[in-house]
């Protein structure tokens, strides 16, 4: 008996923590309180969607996924830091994160800003220490590069200064390229993790990398649908405070049917795109699991 697409994302889910485990630093000698305050937030829960693509991503190329495990960590743990610092009063100001209060709240500012420095400085550690001796300099060396432009100020930390200096109006090109860094180009990288370690052939390389951007995308249109119509049990932290702070979404633009037509339209073509990818169906399994979240 087959199984589900739900299935098969909780044992990956659950393989990536329990292979995780020994890399991850749960005490700290030097600071104990400081790795407590980076294992409340990481071990706080959450989908570990981005570790996820990067092993099925692996498993579609036929690649170990066990030997992709640090690069996920590390890329779990970029986006971890990055939680912490947009939950904190100078930016998002928010309560709650992952069904329980932030960072900030627990620890207090000061060590919530070091938490997220942390975490961001360790991920750069095990990405270059961490992988198995069989991945090769030059495929590491492409990893640490991309992920340091994924995460830094051409990604995800331009998207952040993009989202806080909104303007009160904008057009599609605005959102998207918005979204593009601050959500998508740490989920582009998670599906592109093989294709840095390992060498591998063009088409495939290509294909993965539009799935990455269409589901990117994809994730960040769904969010914003359940950030006005999902509940705080639901989402694990507080909903509607997009509409509050004046922030351009999708349904702001789109309209809240507009934007699920929008979400359907990047899930065909992330689908279209996996068409050269040799193993796609739990990949594909991952971007219908996108876009049908409630959480």
């Not at 952040?160 to 180009?185: I, N, S, Y």
């Not at 495939?204 to 960040?220: A, D, N, T, V």
């Amino acid at each position: 008996m087959s199984r589900t697409i739900p299935e098969q994302l909780a044992e990956l889910k659950d393989f990536f923590e329990k292979e995780a485990e020994s890399i991850f630093p749960f005490t700290l000698p030097q600071a104990p309180v400081l790795g407590e305050a980076m294992a409340y937030s990481y071990h706080a829960g959450g989908k570990r969607i981005r570790p996820i693509l990067a092993l099925a991503a692996a498993k579609a190329l036929g690649k170990d996924p066990r030997l992709v495990v640090p690069a996920a960590l590390a890329i779990e743990m970029i986006h971890t830091y990055s939680l912490i610092h947009d939950d904190l009063p100078a930016m998002d100001d928010d309560d709650f994160r992952r069904g329980r209060a932030t960072s900030h709240k627990v620890y207090g500012e000061a060590l919530a800003i070091l938490a997220g420095d942390g975490l961001l400085t360790e991920a750069f550690h095990v990405a270059a220490a961490g992988m198995d001796n069989s991945i090769s300099p030059s495929g590491k060396l492409r990893f640490i590069r991309e992920l340091s432009r994924a995460a830094g100020i051409r990604g995800m930390v331009a998207g952040q200064v993009m989202d806080m200096e909104h303007p009160d109006t904008g057009d599609a090109d605005f959102l998207e390229q918005l979204h593009v860094r601050k959500t998508g180009a740490m989920i582009q990288i998670s599906c592109l993790v093989p294709a840095f370690l390992w060498e591998i052939p063009e088409k495939p390389w290509h294909s993965l990398r539009k799935y990455g951007e269409k589901i990117g995308l994809l994730f960040q249109v769904v969010d914003d649908i359940l950030d006005e119509t999902a509940t705080l049990a639901q989402l694990g932290k507080t909903p509607g405070k997009d509409r509050k702070q004046h922030k351009i979404t999708y349904p702001a633009l789109y309209g809240r049917d507009g934007a699920a037509e929008l979400a359907d339209s990047l899930l065909h073509e992330a689908l279209q795109a996996l068409e050269d990818i040799p193993e796609s169906e739990l990949l594909a399994g991952i971007a219908r699991f996108i876009a049908k979240r409630s959480h």
